[in-house]
């Protein structure tokens, strides 16, 4: 048996966790310890998605919690070490691009671990964002190297990897969307919100650069407070930006508008619910601009660079300026635009990514039968 810690550590992992445990299960080559680092603490929202998502419950919780970026990695590692001393795993995967998948990375290699990266090789090339930096050297320190889309061979050629242990497989987040579209279409959310299918869009914001300064995050608002008077908003606010806003003139501008919809952060299958019936979107997250592209829905991405940059060349979303002219430029085009006709469904993009994980790992385990290696891990 292959035996693979698999480690989830914030909510977007959530969802790329779930596929790979139920493909490790379903190979039946793999011996599974899942931890949680608690890098996202809200336990009522993770216990929701591990539930929605059929996750089995986390083995081991590394309870870390909030904290500087400095602290959140140093903490995650003292705590993390030990749970692969003892588990004596023989690989470590890890998983998108949060302090928890850097932290845990770097434990594994340092214990002579064999590690493994999915989502390998995404680059913004704005090295402001934490996430650019955990990239670029989970990337650095792997064995193996999974990836999404073409830009990421491009980019991990262009940075010296050795192509031998890069692998396009597809996308783990897409995996679970196909999986839970059809239990996503049966929630009642649209019904309790008194929200009609494609007359309404979802707004998604917790970036830094856009909601810890507040003059970019008005100009947002400002394009916000003109588009809610023809098309209502559902904004699930993230905690972040709430606390960030909290007795601010923002807060009262936001609450103000009677055509917006705040709300608590949903579960999975009410958000998925959401997207699949709405008109548009507005985001700053990287997995919606794919989740979007898959689904056909037109995607705002209010960014000033996306490291997904195939949900642009083959799918719906586009780059939009941090301006109040330039968001409502944006959705006016969009408005004027059958978006949903064009997209395209990027290649393996199919449902099937965490299979040909499963398969790659299997396939490398037998044929370097690991000799020195005792220790590897799996890092969502």
Not at 12 to 35: R, S, Y
Not at 245 to 255: F, H, P, Q, S
Request: glycine residues 6%.
């Amino acid at each position: 048996m292959i035996k693979i810690i698999c480690v989830c550590g914030a909510r977007p992992n959530f969802m790329k966790i779930a596929p790979v445990m139920q493909a490790f299960e379903a190979n039946g080559n793999f011996h599974t310890l899942l931890v949680h680092t608690g890098q996202h603490y809200d336990e009522n929202m993770s216990r929701l998605f591990f539930d929605e998502l059929e996750i089995p419950k986390p083995d081991i919780n590394l309870e870390v919690g909030s904290g500087s970026h400095s602290y959140q990695t140093a903490e995650i590692m003292k705590r993390f070490e030990p749970v692969v001393l003892d588990f004596k795993p023989d690989y470590v995967l890890v998983v998108g691009d949060v302090n928890s998948t850097i932290a845990c990375g770097l434990v594994a290699v340092k214990l002579g671990v064999k590690l493994i990266h999915v989502e390998a090789g995404l680059r913004s090339f704005d090295r402001t964002m934490p996430e650019e930096i955990n990239r670029i050297l989970t990337d650095a320190i792997s064995d193996l190297l999974f990836v999404t889309e073409q830009s990421g061979i491009d980019n991990l050629r262009n940075e010296g990897i050795d192509s031998n242990k890069v692998h396009l497989v597809g996308n783990v987040m897409i995996d679970t969307l196909m999986t839970n579209r059809e239990k996503a279409k049966k929630s009642d959310v649209l019904e309790q919100l008194g929200l009609e299918p494609r007359n309404y869009g979802v707004i998604t914001l917790h970036r830094p650069s856009n909601v810890d300064d507040m003059e970019r995050f008005g100009e947002i608002v400002g394009a916000f407070e003109e588009i809610e008077k023809e098309t209502k908003l559902v904004f699930p606010i993230h905690p972040r930006t709430r606390n960030n806003i909290k007795g601010t003139k923002l807060e009262e501008r936001i609450k103000a508008m009677e055509n917006l919809l705040l709300l608590e952060p949903v579960g999975y299958l009410d958000f998925l619910c959401l997207m699949i019936n709405a008109a548009l979107i507005f985001t700053d997250s990287g997995g919606i601009q794919e989740e979007t592209t898959i689904l056909g829905i037109p995607c705002m991405t209010l960014r000033e660079s996306t490291e997904r940059p195939i949900t642009i060349t083959d799918g719906t979303n586009r780059l939009v300026h941090i301006t109040t002219e330039d968001i409502l430029k944006n959705y006016h085009q969009i408005k004027n635009d059958d978006v949903r006709t064009t997209a395209g469904v990027p290649n393996f993009w199919d449902g099937k990514a965490a299979e040909r994980i499963a398969k790659t790992i299997k396939d490398d385990y037998s044929k370097n039968n690991f000799g020195q290696y005792k220790n590897c891990l799996i890092l969502f």
